[in-house]
């Protein structure tokens, strides 16, 4: 199974975005995702740097993908949609039903923020021109078990294996909100936030994440321990999403496990100590999302 | 009876037959109903039609001019799809005016074996830009789109402007803070959400527990409010609870309100919206007919004087009443709520 960086969901500093895409060139990952995907008032990128952290990427080997936004609002946001649509270059991840309108037939990646429930959906998507699809996040392994018993073939798989889920978006900025700031006055607050914002339960349990529009689990899922059931059921790639500080070090946990370098156990221990929570796998399972399973 | 059709439809929730007939009675131009299964996102004990019921429906509405809608506007689950195709066959018999439908596969099945049948993409499709709407228009040929509640007014206006498929609007009821179709919160929390099993923050997981300063709402383990004596205890929806966030506790997501445009009728109206939809199958017939009866006044009035339209005080003291967490937000219509 082939290692994605899946797009970065936070907001950081234009250097620090830089600084992270030159250390993850030196790692692992086979697939790297990129471009901003939750708010179109971010732009410490602009489209150009995003375009030349893909150059860079695929010179040093990886697969780059471009993500679109996932929620499309405004006039402008469908038409920074369309032109990345209309790119030759690069391969598209569509997160709306839209960008696949816009792709207009050429080949894409189905990111997991559109609704593929079941196999009728999935050739809907794969004769729209899907070449890879990318499993809702709070789907079961029974149920991409069967959807798989069904999978158009040429059709690969990624699942989401690694970082805090976004789990909802909404017109609301619920990170400015917290200042009493409105959405169109937000200086900018996610960058005071390289992990989000943690919203806790009033008796002190962590229990969701803010992240701009973007509402995000606490705890961070982790399907270290189900990478061979993933395998024997046909799984193509794992998806690892990006965290502020050693992401490095996930990618090389990941890899050594899926190299059989590294045992499960040991694995888990050192994911401990490099997320920003704990985990979680309850998806997987057919469980409350943060549900902590035993493989 | 109007012998042409309305330009501006009010659409109205049916979640039984005496529902359905309050509607109709005062007012309503469409109703919509689910079946009692698991193929409509409102599948709760005592709701919902049965096979007469739907029959008798349908008879009752069309003898007065009416319409009838079908949800069907969940998503079928990996090796599901027999239930729902088959009451897309039951729905393309018994003569719905249109069925609801959110689940691409399912859209791909109506539109190849029962092409006369009128589809509408559920607010579940989550299609909020007109890109999206092109696309189910594309490849299923749908004819009208139910805008997720994250739109401001000029973004409605905007998209309704730039598609050749009818939009309606949600106009009033209980508000999701998150865009339609896009909220895995619940699952998260409970392991049940909309897209999964058509319920959200589900009764199943809610827990109360008084301690001896507070009444406690949790799902499963998850404390979503806590209520002082005298507070009122709401339904622990799980994005309208109050958090700790940066040492404040809030509202962090969302307070308990309901949507309410009737102060933005006229420029829904003027806009080209096809119709206003009133959430609340969930609901009594009562409320059904209370809220159909200020919202056909309000429509008649925007039409027959757009320009003298005002908010009647009865209007809002009705809807008050019935109002959750008794509080009012034009949502995201208004630019500064997001």
Same mark, same amino acid.
């Given at each position: 199974m082939k290692i994605a960086l899946g797009p970065l969901q936070y907001y950081w500093p234009r250097a620090a975005v830089l600084a992270f895409y030159e250390a993850m060139a030196a790692t692992a990952v086979d697939i790297v995702y990129l471009g901003e995907t939750v708010c179109s008032r971010r732009h410490e990128l602009r489209p150009s740097d995003w375009l030349a952290l893909a150059d860079m990427l695929a010179a040093a080997g990886k697969d780059v993908v471009l993500s679109t936004q996932v929620l499309i609002e405004s006039p402008s946001d469908l038409a920074a949609l369309r032109r990345l649509a209309a790119n030759e270059r690069w391969p598209v991840e569509a997160n709306d039903m839209g960008a696949i309108h816009a792709l207009d037939g050429r080949p894409f990646v189905a990111g997991p923020h559109l609704n593929v429930y079941n196999a009728a959906t999935l050739g809907v998507l794969a004769r729209a021109g899907a070449t890879r699809w990318v499993m809702p996040l709070e789907m079961t392994a029974a149920s991409l078990a069967a959807m798989l018993a069904d999978v158009p073939s040429g059709l690969q798989t990624e699942v989401f294996a690694y970082?805090?889920?976004?789990?909802a978006f909404s017109a609301r900025c619920f990170t400015a909100r917290h200042r009493n700031l409105p959405k169109d006055d937000c200086?900018?607050?996610?960058?005071?936030?390289p992990d989000g914002l943690a919203l806790d339960t009033q008796d002190g349990q962590p229990f969701l994440v803010l992240n701009g529009i973007q509402t995000q689990s606490a705890k961070v899922y982790n399907l270290v321990g189900e990478l061979d059931a993933m395998r024997t059921l046909g799984v193509d790639v794992v998806r690892l999403s990006p965290q502020s500080t050693g992401m490095a070090d996930v990618v090389a946990t990941l890899h050594a496990v899926l190299d059989g370098r590294l045992d499960v156990r040991s694995a888990r221990g050192r994911l401990a100590a490099l997320a920003p929570a704990a985990a979680c796998n309850g998806f997987w399972h057919g469980r409350p999302g943060l549900d902590e399973v035993a493989a | 009876m109007t012998s042409t059709p309305p330009s501006f439809e009010l659409v109205c929730p049916a979640g039984s037959l005496p529902a359905l007939k309050a509607a109709v009675d005062h007012g309503a131009d469409c109703v919509y109903l689910g079946f +009692?299964? &698991?193929? =409509? &996102? +409102? =599948?709760? &004990?005592?709701l919902n039609f049965s096979e007469e019921a739907i029959v008798e429906g349908i008879r009752y509405a069309h003898a007065r001019g009416r319409k009838v809608f079908l949800a069907l506007n969940t998503y079928p689950q990996p090796g599901g799809d027999g239930l729902w195709r088959q009451a897309l066959d039951r729905a393309a018999t018994q003569g719905v005016d249109a069925v609801i439908l959110a689940d691409p596969g399912l859209m791909d099945y109506a539109a190849r074996v029962h092409p006369q049948l009128r589809l509408h993409l559920s607010v579940q499709g989550s299609a909020t830009n007109v890109d999206a709407i092109a696309f189910y228009h594309r490849h299923f040929g749908i004819q009208r789109a139910v805008l997720p509640r994250v739109l401001s007014l000029p973004q409605v206006e905007h998209a309704i402007a730039h598609t050749p498929v009818e939009i309606e609007v949600f106009g009033f009821g209980s508000l999701c803070v998150m865009a339609e179709g896009r909220c895995q919160l619940s699952s998260y929390a409970t392991g049940e959400s909309p897209n999964t099993h058509g319920v959200c923050s589900p009764a199943k997981a809610v827990r109360w527990q008084r301690t001896p300063r507070a009444l406690e709402a949790r799902l499963n383990d998850v404390l979503v409010d806590r209520y002082a004596d005298g507070e009122q205890a709401g339904y622990p929806t799980l994005c309208k609870g109050r958090f700790d966030v940066g040492g404040d506790t809030y509202y962090a997501i969302e307070e308990p309100a309901s949507l309410n445009t009737l102060a933005i009728l006229p420029q829904l109206m003027a806009a080209g919206a096809r119709a206003v939809k009133i959430e609340?199958?969930?609901?009594?017939p009562a409320y059904v007919a209370q809220v159909t009866r200020v919202w056909r006044a309000a429509i008649d009035a925007c039409r027959a004087q757009a320009r003298r339209y005002t908010v009647q005080r009865d209007w809002m003291a009705v809807l008050d009443n019935v109002a959750e967490g008794s509080q009012h937000t034009l949502g995201a219509y208004h630019r500064p709520w997001k």
């Open positions: 970082g805090r889920l976004p789990l200086r900018f607050s996610c960058l005071d936030h | +009692r299964d &698991a193929t =409509n &996102a +409102r =599948n709760f &004990a005592g609340g199958r969930q609901r009594s």
